[in-house]
């Protein structure tokens, strides 16, 4: 519900005694941008756009907001956008990051970059490299995606080897509480300020027995709004050798995964089926896409073994001893040339190590528009969880031979992100209809085996949060002590 006109000119008269005009803008074509994404949930305009530039620029918004009881919606990636996390339910100002974007600290020795919320993948990778050293990020993340961001949504990274926490590697941050009060967490809160705290400032956990990060992070912007944040790097490899496992049987690659990461052999390790490998390599449209997604495997289980300053060759010939021994065990032999689709193997290399190429994001390209259906379970259930999707889309007559598929390993294997891809085009209102429904319907049968939504966006939070009421109760306390206003992206998640 977007504010009346008087409260929206009380508004903006406020908003503009503490920022410059070029910081706030009404535009309808600006507004617009802001309204919906590519997901289901129903468009919702914002009265203002802000671009606040510092954290006290942040506070006294998040005050004015307070005041007025104006709700305010956090956005830090540039579109598009996917999951309906940032369109506004309740009206109000959309708080756009994008001039919060200073690298203000890279250390080599600890391996960290300080960042904040407006730094995209694009800008901060090419300078970790120039200092020798590599971001561990998601599957192709887009260009203009916010790390903070990404980190924050908790979204799965392709070298599980590293990862030690369902949030890692998410470390400190700044954050600013719905009474505009701020607040730093884990060995970065005090005391004193930034520039005489002698701590590291990258040790999450804290202050005291309470990990504040933790309800932060997935939050979607609806307990605080995060000014910057910490994030663990790591050391660009000297030497890297892909390897490429082919199989019809998702069960196989799991276990094979399963079994590597146990022994800690791969860095890059993750599997995609014929559909969404053939999206990614795509020279053409739609012949090389055509012809790929034939050509390729059922499933593609890709693997990157690295070597790092000393003595690269010899590390890389070690953990090809171990990655041979495994794949004998499984009568499966992995090989350097990408099955049905030869000559893509350093495209490969490349696409693994930095955001999105090109104007069009992938997941675009086929059809025009996508709807993710994501979730976390065990390596082990993966193929189980492919197998219930498949008979969700036979049910809505969509076309099996379209589905994405996407397994990636989290946390050292203990864990592993599913995600599957409707492509549809959204021009077709009939196909967009058949699609919403599959994805409803599909996204419930997913939850009743077992899938869990850590991440439950639009109609996914009604799903989830009605099974845990006792979680909601908890949550919505909580809520009620860093947002007392219900003022931060009001309408998601329980609130």
Same mark, same amino acid.
Not at 8 to 13: E, R
Not at 95 to 119: C, H, L
Not at 356 to 362: A, F, V
């Given at each position: 519900?977007?504010?009346?006109?008087?409260?929206?000119?009380?508004?903006?008269?406020?908003?503009?005694?503490?920022?410059?005009?070029?910081?706030?803008?009404?535009?309808?074509?600006?507004?617009?941008?802001?309204?919906?994404?590519?997901?289901?949930? &129903?468009?919702?305009?914002?009265?203002?756009?802000?671009?606040?530039?510092?954290?006290?620029?942040?506070?006294?918004?998040?005050?004015?907001?307070?005041?007025?009881?104006?709700?305010?919606?956090?956005?830090?990636?540039?579109?598009?956008?996917?999951?309906?996390?940032?369109?506004?339910?309740?009206?109000?100002?959309?708080?756009?990051?994008?001039?919060?974007?200073?690298?203000?600290?890279?250390?080599?020795?600890?391996?960290? #970059?300080?960042?904040?919320?407006?730094?995209?993948?694009?800008?901060?990778?090419?300078?970790?490299?120039?200092?020798?050293?590599?971001?561990?990020?998601?599957?192709?993340?887009? #260009?203009?995606?916010?790390?903070?961001?990404?980190?924050?949504?908790?979204?799965?990274?392709?070298?599980?080897?590293?990862?030690?926490?369902?949030?890692?590697?998410?470390?400190?941050?700044?954050?600013?509480?719905?009474?505009?009060?701020?607040?730093?967490?884990?060995?970065?809160?005090?005391?004193?300020?930034?520039?005489?705290?002698?701590?590291?400032?990258?040790?999450?956990?804290?202050?005291?027995?309470?990990?504040?990060?933790?309800?932060?992070?997935?939050?979607?912007?609806?307990?605080?709004?995060?000014?910057?944040?910490?994030?663990?790097?790591?050391?660009?490899?000297?030497?890297?050798?892909?390897?490429?496992?082919?199989?019809?049987?998702?069960?196989?690659?799991?276990?094979?995964?399963?079994?590597?990461?146990?022994?800690?052999?791969?860095?890059?390790?993750?599997?995609?089926?014929?559909?969404?490998? #053939?999206?990614?390599?795509?020279?053409?449209?739609?012949?090389?896409?055509?012809?790929?997604?034939?050509?390729?495997?059922?499933?593609?289980?890709?693997?990157?073994? #690295?070597?790092?300053?000393?003595?690269?060759?010899?590390?890389?010939?070690?953990?090809?001893?171990?990655?041979?021994?495994?794949?004998?065990?499984?009568?499966?032999?992995?090989?350097?040339?990408?099955?049905?689709?030869?000559?893509?193997?350093?495209?490969?290399?490349?696409?693994?190590?930095?955001?999105?190429?090109?104007?069009?994001?992938?997941?675009?390209?086929?059809?025009?528009?996508?709807? &993710?259906?994501?979730?976390?379970?065990?390596?082990?259930?993966?193929?189980?969880?492919?197998?219930?999707?498949?008979?969700?889309?036979?049910?809505?007559?969509?076309?099996?031979?379209?589905?994405?598929?996407?397994?990636?390993?989290?946390?050292?294997?203990?864990?592993?992100?599913?995600?599957?891809?409707?492509?549809?085009?959204?021009?077709?209102?009939?196909?967009? &209809?058949?699609?919403?429904?599959?994805?409803?319907?599909?996204?419930?049968?997913?939850?009743?085996?077992?899938?869990?939504?850590?991440?439950?966006?639009?109609?996914?939070? &009604?799903?989830?949060?009605?099974?845990?009421?006792?979680?909601?109760?908890?949550?919505?306390?909580?809520?009620?002590?860093?947002?007392?206003?219900?003022?931060?992206?009001?309408?998601?998640?329980?609130?």
């Amino acid at each position: 519900m977007v504010n009346p006109p008087d409260v929206n000119n009380t508004l903006k008269n406020c908003l503009n005694e503490i920022l410059k005009p070029a910081q706030i803008s009404d535009q309808p074509e600006l507004i617009d941008k802001y309204s919906h994404d590519y997901s289901f949930q &129903d468009k919702g305009s914002p009265s203002l756009v802000v671009f606040p530039g510092t954290k006290e620029e942040v506070q006294a918004i998040v005050r004015i907001a307070a005041e007025t009881k104006t709700p305010l919606v956090p956005v830090s990636s540039g579109p598009p956008r996917f999951h309906g996390g940032t369109v506004p339910e309740k009206g109000g100002v959309i708080v756009d990051f994008s001039r919060m974007n200073k690298i203000r600290k890279i250390n080599t020795p600890d391996r960290y #970059a300080w960042i904040e919320p407006g730094v995209t993948f694009g800008e901060l990778i090419p300078e970790l490299k120039k200092q020798g050293l590599k971001l561990v990020a998601p599957l192709l993340p887009r #260009a203009n995606k916010s790390v903070v961001a990404s980190r924050l949504e908790r979204e799965p990274v392709i070298i599980p080897k590293y990862q030690y926490d369902f949030i890692d590697p998410l470390m400190t941050l700044e954050v600013v509480y719905g009474t505009g009060e701020e607040f730093r967490t884990g060995s970065a809160s005090g005391p004193g300020t930034l520039e005489t705290l002698k701590a590291d400032k990258v040790n999450p956990w804290g202050p005291g027995s309470v990990d504040y990060f933790r309800f932060i992070s997935g939050a979607q912007g609806t307990m605080g709004l995060v000014t910057w944040a910490i994030t663990k790097v790591e050391v660009l490899p000297a030497l890297q050798k892909l390897y490429f496992i082919p199989h019809k049987d998702l069960t196989v690659l799991t276990d094979i995964m399963n079994q590597l990461l146990r022994r800690r052999v791969v860095d890059e390790c993750l599997a995609l089926n014929n559909v969404d490998l #053939a999206a990614m390599l795509a020279s053409s449209w739609p012949d090389d896409f055509k012809k790929l997604k034939k050509d390729l495997s059922p499933w593609t289980l890709i693997l990157c073994l #690295a070597g790092y300053k000393r003595r690269p060759e010899e590390r890389i010939a070690i953990m090809e001893k171990y990655l041979n021994e495994i794949c004998a065990d499984f009568k499966v032999k992995p090989v350097n040339t990408l099955p049905g689709g030869a000559g893509k193997e350093k495209e490969i290399l490349e696409l693994l190590s930095g955001p999105c190429p090109g104007e069009t994001y992938w997941k675009l390209r086929y059809k025009g528009a996508c709807h &993710d259906i994501f979730f976390l379970s065990t390596l082990s259930r993966a193929a189980e969880f492919a197998a219930v999707m498949q008979k969700a889309a036979a049910k809505y007559r969509y076309p099996r031979e379209d589905i994405g598929g996407y397994i990636q390993p989290m946390v050292q294997g203990r864990g592993c992100h599913s995600e599957f891809n409707l492509f549809c085009d959204e021009t077709n209102q009939a196909e967009l &209809d058949e699609v919403k429904k599959l994805f409803a319907d599909a996204s419930e049968a997913l939850l009743k085996n077992g899938a869990f939504f850590t991440r439950p966006y639009g109609t996914w939070a &009604d799903m989830v949060y009605s099974r845990y009421p006792e979680q909601v109760e908890a949550l919505k306390k909580l809520k009620g002590i860093f947002d007392p206003h219900n003022i931060l992206n009001p309408g998601k998640l329980c609130f």
